[in-house]
């Protein structure tokens, strides 16, 4: 049996507060597609890509792979479990 291990993955997050959807859809549309976001209420944002809708509640964290600018959401729960450490530039 062989093991593997996965790459480490760099991605640059932000957290949707409620308060900063401003910022969110800066860094949103910072990476490779402009993104269509909208504030329906002070705790979600929506927003479409290739699979479909995604909305982001207050507190979870909004994800940009570097490499191909995507982005991705996660509750704060799971993201705390996944993510390691910052990484400093």
Excluded: H, P
């Excluded at 860094?27 to 979600?44: A, H």
């Excluded at 890509?49 to 991705?72: M, Q, S």
Aim: charged content about 40%; hydrophobic content about 35%.
């Amino acid at each position: 049996m062989k093991r593997y291990a996965y790459k480490k993955d760099i991605f640059e997050v932000i957290q949707w507060t409620g308060e900063n959807f401003k910022e969110v859809q800066e860094f949103v549309n910072n990476g490779s597609s402009k993104q269509s976001l909208k504030q329906f209420d002070d705790y979600i944002v929506l927003f479409k890509d290739l699979r479909g809708t995604k909305e982001a509640r207050k507190g979870d964290y909004i994800i940009r792979d570097i490499e191909y600018g995507e982005c991705f959401i996660e509750d704060k729960k799971l993201f705390m479990f996944i993510a390691e450490v910052e990484v400093k530039e």
